[in-house]
């Protein structure tokens, strides 16, 4: 496992975006774990930036993203199909065939999510899996609880999660409840690993995560067993860690 902390969140998205590079660069039929909220947005301009100067090609990767919301429509102003869309999709060469979200709308959630770790499984599994975390610890939105769910689920989104997504949405009424998340088990079996964490409000969080116990009770904690994992931190995220 190693950590990098930097001064600021421009410096990740840069760290972030070379390491996701030197990927596709050296694999350019990557599969790529993507993620949501606002911490990766500057890693993907980044990409962004990368692709349109000719240096970054993703005609031949493959993404599988880690979350959705169940019960609001893909095109919804706030749901992560349309997040990927406006903040990454439409801005790169990615074939939309080789795009895989999960479908918060399917009539059997359950089935729909084998299917979608079958189809993880089928492309070969992830290459580089990007993560955020979560105030409570969480990675995709596999919430604090009892076990480390390993496949793709449906979850309750945890109080904290609904206060912190909030504000992407109109009031906490319209945060949905539930949501289908990627599980601990394709994110440990993915082939590295590379979390990013901004701002105090995440130092806890990464506290936790690196120097607490491995427990269910903070999901990213499990990612110190695995062998390939890259911490990308600013001090803000950085600031309760006893040693970096
Ligand atoms: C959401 C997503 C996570 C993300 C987390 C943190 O709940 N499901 O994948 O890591 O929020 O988001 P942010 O980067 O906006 O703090």
Known sequence: MQ???????QQIAKAAATLIAAQLLRKPDSVLGLATGSTPIPTYQALIAMHQSGMLDFSRATSFNLD???GISP??????????????????NMSPDRIHIPDGNAA?????AKAYDAA???????????????????????????EFVYGCHQVQLSETTIKAN??????????????????????????QVLLLATGEDKAEAV???????VSPQWQASILRTHPDVIFLLDKGAASRLTHW
């Open 3 to 9: 950590t990098h902390v930097f001064q600021t969140a």
């Open 120 to 146: 993880i499984l089928s492309a070969g599994g992830i290459d580089l899996q990007l993560l955020g975390i979560g105030h409570n610890g969480h990675i995709g939105f596999n919430e604090p609880g009892h």
């Open 75 to 92: 095109d919804h102003v706030c749901s992560y199909h349309r997040y990927m869309q406006d903040n990454l999709f439409s801005h790169i």
């Open 166 to 191: 909030q504000r992407f949405f109109d009031s906490a009424q319209d945060v949905p409840r539930f949501a289908v998340s990627l599980g601990i088990g394709s994110i440990m079996q993915s082939r």
């Open 68 to 70: 959705e919301y169940v």
């Open 108 to 112: 059997d959630v359950a089935a729909s």
């Open 207 to 213: 506290r936790m995560a690196l120097e607490g116990d």
